[in-house]
T-cell receptor, first 110, second 114 residues
Framework: DSGVTQTPKHLITATGQRVTLRCSPR?????VYWYQQSLDQGLQFLIH???????AKGNILERFSAQQFPDLHSELNLSSLELGDSALYFC?????????FGPGTRLTVL | GENVEQHPSTLSVQEGDSAVIKCTYS??????FPWYKQELGKRPQLIID?????GEKKDQRIAVTLNKTAKHFSLHITETQPEDSAVYFC?????????????FGKGTKLSVKP
């Protein structure tokens, strides 16, 4: 157990819908990162937040947004969902360089 | 920006043999290089990491080597066991602490045959 929690574990929804994924970092970690992993694919970096502020953006679509709250948990919002958005979404947290991953949320768009 | 290439994409070895996975990176300012193991449907788990001021690091059956001049680093697993079967990802990070983010290679699927 990495200490990073993600909810929900599974999410099944329809095209055009909007969902919110939640991540709670390890105690004391100020950084939260979001990644997308499609079937048999690598880890695509989406976005990084540090202590409530956006620090870096990767290949994140305009339909996706994220935020980090004062209690340091983070939410990833995915809207106007398409079939191709079906993937595992991981968050990771870190204090310094080492990132610890949560168990992921498996999103299925039908 | 940083680009990380990882080879091979698949690797099959016999139990007890060694396995080597290689990665190259493009940004000479990268200074932190972790390796993650991911079992099917599970989260990536850090297995070993190395920083640019160190050339080699070992932890039991796994070791990582770094060649800063050539900008490549490798994962070595000795005496492989069936439970080593997984996808392995290398990554590189520029800057320290809260600056920068990890750039991952595309992964190597390791199969260890009993």
């Amino acid at each position: 157990d990495s200490g990073v929690t993600q909810t929900p574990k599974h999410l099944i929804t329809a095209t055009g819908q909007r969902v919110t994924l939640r991540c709670s970092p390890r105690s004391g970690d100020l950084s939260v990162y979001w990644y997308q992993q499609s079937l048999d694919q690598g880890l695509q970096f989406l976005i990084h937040y540090y202590n409530g502020e956006e620090r870096a953006k990767g290949n994140i679509l305009e339909r996706f947004s994220a935020q980090q709250f004062p209690d340091l948990h983070s939410e990833l919002n995915l809207s106007s969902l398409e079939l191709g958005d079906s993937a595992l979404y991981f968050c990771a947290s870190s204090e310094e360089d080492t990132q610890y991953f949560g168990p992921g949320t498996r999103l299925t768009v039908l | 920006g940083e680009n990380v290439e990882q080879h091979p994409s698949t690797l099959s070895v016999q139990e007890g043999d060694s396995a080597v996975i290689k990665c190259t990176y493009s940004d000479s300012a990268s200074n932190y290089f972790p390796w993650y193991k991911q079992e099917l449907g599970k989260r990536p788990q850090l297995i070993i990491d190395i920083r640019s001021n160190v050339g080699e690091k070992k932890d039991q059956r796994i070791a990582v080597t770094l060649n800063k001049t050539a900008k490549h680093f490798s994962l070595h697993i000795t005496e492989t066991q069936p439970e080593d079967s997984a996808v392995y990802f290398c990554a590189a990070k520029r800057h320290g602490g809260s600056q920068g983010n990890l750039i991952f290679g595309k992964g190597t699927k390791l199969s260890v045959k009993p």
